[in-house]
């Protein structure tokens, strides 16, 4: 003869834990899903006085370059870490922390439900981050591909 257990004694209690990963996760996706507006937000664009002084800079240099007969190499310009970058490593970091204290309450055998949804949110919000990618790299290659095929190149 079979005992079972009561569904109460087998049903685990949610924690702390698997909360605050939950929490966590949804917090990443929600600014995964949002980084395309927020990142434009957050940076800053420089005055239009500043751009007018610095196009007029350029057609000077191109001007002198050409009087002289030399070729115009344009100054390279130091690639900044800027705010919106720091938006996207915060997406990655939370989504990664998610994970991380997800597993740790499935590890400690807290609620598995809450703490592998915990973990499928954060794991979400980082693929959300590459998959935006991704999808713009798909369509540049799509496009090329049309641009191409109408230009008679392709077979």
């Known amino acids: 003869m079979e005992h079972a257990l009561p569904a109460a004694a087998t049903k685990r209690p949610a924690t702390?834990?698997?909360?605050?990963?939950?929490?966590?996760?949804?917090?990443?996706?929600?600014?995964?899903?949002?980084?395309?507006?927020?990142?434009?937000?957050?940076?800053?664009?420089?005055?239009?006085?500043?751009?007018?002084?610095d196009l007029a800079g350029r057609i000077k240099d191109r001007l002198a370059a050409k009087a002289k007969g030399q070729p115009y190499v344009a100054p390279a310009e130091p690639r900044r870490f800027g705010s919106g970058?720091?938006?996207?490593?915060?997406?990655?970091?939370?989504?990664?922390?998610?994970v991380g204290v997800g597993v740790v309450g499935l590890a400690f055998g807290h609620d598995v439900r809450l703490n592998a949804v915990a973990v499928a949110v954060g794991a979400a919000a980082i693929v959300f981050q590459y998959a935006l990618l991704l999808a713009a790299a798909v369509l540049i290659i799509l496009l090329v591909g049309f641009i191409l095929m109408k230009a008679g190149a392709g077979p």
């Open 85 to 98: 970058d720091w938006y996207i490593v915060g997406v990655l970091a939370l989504g990664t922390i998610a």
């Open 16 to 53: 702390r834990v698997g909360v605050a990963g939950l929490v966590i996760g949804l917090l990443a996706l929600a600014a995964a899903v949002l980084s395309p507006w927020a990142v434009r937000a957050l940076e800053p664009r420089p005055p239009v006085d500043e751009l007018a002084v």
